[in-house]
């Protein structure tokens, strides 16, 4: 079975442009979370959607938005891009929401703004 | 505010020996989840251990056990029989219960050498 797949593996950015992730989740998992990582720190949570419908936000400018999709792949987009947003974006699959499922991790997308 | 500290940045370890990783976190929840990370160069996140706040009794998975003292809000990750592919980050982390996200630590670098 296929696991998380996060696409595109790399990209380089310049300041000031979007950008689009995407995330295909585990074959009937139905949640998908998103984390950003900054080189040297653990990962901290963006948004967790469930059934197409965001379920948490975390503390995230509004440049970040994200959905889901029927067949419960995700999209990240962020927008107006800042140095800062260089990191490790790292998706989350689960068969739902909450403490009682367990979470399966992509390999994620290394964004570098530059 | 829920946090989680892992004060070594970076351990070293032979082979074979017994190593022993700090966390200690911080939330006012009485009702969470405690988990091991691991995080290889591929940078997948690998689900090493998981330990239920209300259970006294200390999770172990192989050569991987936990030492969790709840009063003192600390959970720490012992490997024993260090193995070379034990080698990558460590992150230590908690999600509260029926909640959607994970708490992460910054990591302890953990190096296996021959």
């Known amino acids: 079975d296929a696991g998380v797949t996060q696409s595109p593996t790399h990209l380089i950015k310049t300041r000031g442009q979007q950008v689009t992730l995407r995330c295909s989740p585990i074959s009937g998992h139905k949640s998908v979370s998103w984390y950003q990582q900054v080189l040297g720190q653990g990962p901290q949570f963006i948004f967790q959607?469930?059934?197409?419908?965001?379920?948490g936000r975390g503390n995230f400018p509004d440049r970040f938005s994200a959905r889901q999709f029927p067949n419960y792949s995700s999209e990240l987009n962020v927008n107006a891009l800042l140095l800062g947003d260089s990191a490790l974006y790292l998706c989350?699959?689960?068969?739902?929401?909450?403490?009682?499922?367990?979470?399966?991790f992509g390999s994620g997308t290394r964004l570098t703004v530059v | 505010a829920q946090t989680v500290t892992q004060s070594q940045p970076e351990m070293s370890v032979q082979e074979a020996e017994t190593v022993t990783l700090s966390c200690t976190y911080d939330t006012s929840e009485s009702n969470y989840y405690l988990f091991w990370y691991k995080q290889p160069p591929s940078r997948q996140m690998i689900l090493v251990i998981r330990q239920e706040a209300y259970k006294q009794q200390n999770a172990t998975e192989n050569r991987f056990s936990v030492n969790f003292q709840k009063a003192a809000k600390s959970f720490s990750l012992k490997i024993s029989d260090s193995q070379l592919g034990d080698t990558a980050m460590y992150f230590c982390a908690f999600m509260i219960t029926n909640f959607n996200k994970f708490y992460f630590g910054s990591g302890t670098k953990l190096n296996v050498k021959p």
């Open positions: 989350a699959s689960s068969l739902g929401s909450g403490t009682d499922y367990g979470y399966t």
């Open positions: 959607y469930y059934e197409k419908e965001e379920r």
